[in-house]
T-cell receptor, first 112, second 112 residues
Framework: DVKVTQSSRYLVKRTGEKVFLECVQDMDHENMFWYRQDPGLGLRLIYFSYDVKMKEKGDIPEGYSVSREKKERFSLILESASTNQTSMYLC???????????FGQGTRLTVV | QKEVEQNSGPLSVPEGAIASLNCTYSDRGSQSFFWYRQYSGKSPELIMFIYSNGDKEDGRFTAQLNKASQYVSLLIRDSQPSDSATYLCAVLLTGTASKLTFGTGTRLQVTL
């Protein structure tokens, strides 16, 4: 079975902190994604990556950056956390474009 | 216009009835369509995918795709209380190698 693992289930950070969310997949998938999920807004794509060191902006990239130095790991970085970044963050991966997306367990981030 | 639209619900159906979930999309060239189920507090998991016009059946689930009308639907036969969840429609948009876009989801409640 494909496993997508996010480093934390719950995080509480202070406004202005630099925050790192880590995601690791174990099935050699090409594509990796970061979404945030908010009530009434669904899943919104922040960034995705289709190869090592490659990244593409999603629909809401402002205030975020990403890093993919190894194929299995995709990191989401909040450069200076703000309260409006309080959300559920979901990492996903797909073997190839158009294939099934497998999700991590999610990280509920609270910025105070 | 949103790229992928769903009625947020809740859609309430009695146990044993057919639940019909609908999704419309704006990109006429989209080729890949997915239905995910998300239980409260959990990550989305794939139920079905469909690429061609028509119906695709898998057990109690049937996905229907009509590209001319730009809608995709999910039918759940013999609905069970365990089907109560949020159902997310996802579309792989054209011109973007990997960008999987989700609707906001429809909450389904199956009542006893």
């Amino acid at each position: 079975d494909v496993k997508v693992t996010q480093s934390s289930r719950y995080l509480v950070k202070r406004t202005g902190e630099k925050v790192f969310l880590e995601c690791v997949q174990d099935m050699d998938h090409e594509n990796m994604f970061w979404y945030r999920q908010d009530p009434g807004l669904g899943l919104r794509l922040i960034y995705f990556s289709y190869d090592v060191k490659m990244k593409e902006k999603g629909d809401i990239p402002e205030g975020y950056s990403v890093s993919r130095e190894k194929k299995e790991r995709f990191s989401l970085i909040l450069e200076s956390a703000s309260t409006n970044q309080t959300s559920m963050y979901l990492c996903a991966s797909t073997l190839v474009s158009g294939a099934e997306a497998f999700f991590g367990q999610g990280t509920r981030l609270t910025v105070v | 216009q949103k790229e992928v639209e769903q009625n947020s619900g809740p859609l309430s159906v009695p146990e044993g009835a057919i639940a019909s979930l609908n999704c419309t999309y704006s990109d006429r060239g989209s080729q890949s369509f997915f239905w995910y189920r998300q239980y409260s507090g959990k990550s989305p998991e794939l139920i079905m995918f469909i690429y061609s016009n028509g119906d695709k059946e898998d057990g109690r689930f049937t996905a229907q795709l009509n590209k001319a009308s730009q809608y995709v639907s999910l039918l759940i036969r013999d609905s069970q209380p365990s089907d109560s969840a949020t159902y997310l429609c996802a579309v792989l948009l054209t011109g973007t190698a990997s960008k999987l876009t989700f609707g906001t989801g429809t909450r389904l409640q199956v009542t006893l």
